[in-house]
């Protein structure tokens, strides 16, 4: 199946409604309680989303997550295209812009060494944000984050993927490293930082001779604990208003905080991983990898927050569907089993609750 959200996350959330719609129709009571939080806003903020949860959780036994036990999210996608998994962690992400002007409209290029400019400024400045190889150039950034001992770098080596099955994704030999742990740990437990656009400037084809007199450069730092939004606003605030003093224009800068969310980590020693491998055994015949992503999905540190349950991911995806892509996709097999796998997971939360 084909098209923008097949995967993430149109896909997984009708499997849901599948074993709704089966249970239904064949008059079967469903194993356990549930309680759905369907929102279609996740790409845009998910603005409420929040608010909304924290709400209902005050409410007591008249909210509509009193007495919730364990959460699962359908989102997310395995590590390769052989291997279903579980997702028990994910990054943080801290979003900004740089805005820089100066000249009160466009300008011809002809006037160019006579004025400063602002693209010629943000792009000094974007690029004193990370080095070519990823490391993050901003003071004090790093700063509390654990160093992965050997138990866990082994778990790292125990997963079934491997550097070719990162650059099969990505269409090409860019791998920052030949280390199969190296590269996990980049991509899931250690932040990074990415460059995204620039508004303002000419993008079109053929030649514009012309001097923007507004550019905003975007970027990203996606977090690990114990980062969080707040803490990493301060020092990339700092670290750039200092970076834009030493450049002695005579131009105008500032740095906005376009939006964010924590990092999460759960653990997985939790009874609702035990039926979600459980589930993944019988379905795929496979034993899952357990996976932290490289991607954000904030809700769900709310949920564990506010909440006090235990969080699981249970993908349906593979790491070939391209999602968000124009060409983003979703395997028939992957539909089908997913969706059997949503619904064994259930009655494996009722057998071990039972056994109680």
């Known amino acids: 199946m084909f098209g923008r959200g097949s995967t993430d996350d149109k896909g997984p959330v009708l ?3 599948n074993v709704l719609e089966a249970h239904h129709a064949l008059r079967i009571e469903l194993p356990v309680n549930l309680r759905f939080c369907f929102e279609g806003l996740e790409e845009d903020g998910s603005q409420g989303l929040d608010d909304l949860i924290v709400t209902e959780t005050s409410k007591g036994p008249q909210g509509w997550f009193h007495g919730v036990d364990c959460v699962c999210i359908s989102d997310n996608y395995w590590l390769n295209t052989r291997t279903p998994c579980l997702t028990y962690g994910l990054r943080g992400i801290a979003y900004y812009q740089i805005i820089v002007s100066g000249p009160g ?6 006037m160019g060494g006579a004025v400063y400019e602002p693209m010629t400024t943000l792009i000094s400045l974007m690029g004193k944000l990370v080095s070519v190889e990823g490391r993050i150039l901003i003071p004090g950034v790093y700063d509390g984050i654990s160093v992965a001992d050997s138990s866990e770098l082994q778990k790292y080596q125990d997963l079934d993927y491997s550097v070719a099955d990162l650059e099969k994704v990505a269409g090409g030999p860019i791998s920052l490293s030949d280390d199969k742990a190296t590269v996990l740990m980049g991509r899931t437990r250690e932040p990074s930082l990415s460059l995204h656009g620039i508004e303002g400037a000419y993008s079109g084809a053929g030649g514009k001779t012309v001097i923007p007199a507004t550019v905003s450069g975007k970027f990203s730092l996606r977090l690990v604990p114990p980062q969080t939004p707040d803490d990493i606003t301060k020092k990339v605030v700092s670290f ?12 105008k800068m500032k740095v906005e905080f376009v939006g964010g969310g924590k990092p999460w980590v759960a653990d997985t020693n939790h009874w609702s991983y035990e039926a979600a491998k459980r589930a993944t055994e019988t379905v795929w015949g496979k034993t899952p990898n357990y996976t932290r992503e490289g991607g954000s999905i904030p809700v769900t540190l709310t949920f564990a927050d506010n909440l006090g349950v235990n969080v699981l991911l249970l993908p349906m995806g593979r790491a070939d569907d391209g999602a968000h892509s124009t060409n983003e996709k979703l395997d028939i097999s992957n539909f089908l089993n997913g969706t059997k796998l949503l619904g064994t997971y259930l009655y494996e939360v009722a057998n071990i609750n039972s056994d109680k």
């Open 15 to 17: 499997g849901w409604l």
């Open 105 to 110: 409209s466009d300008l011809h290029s002809g």
């Open 240 to 251: 750039i208003e200092d970076e834009f003093a030493k450049l002695k224009t005579k131009l």
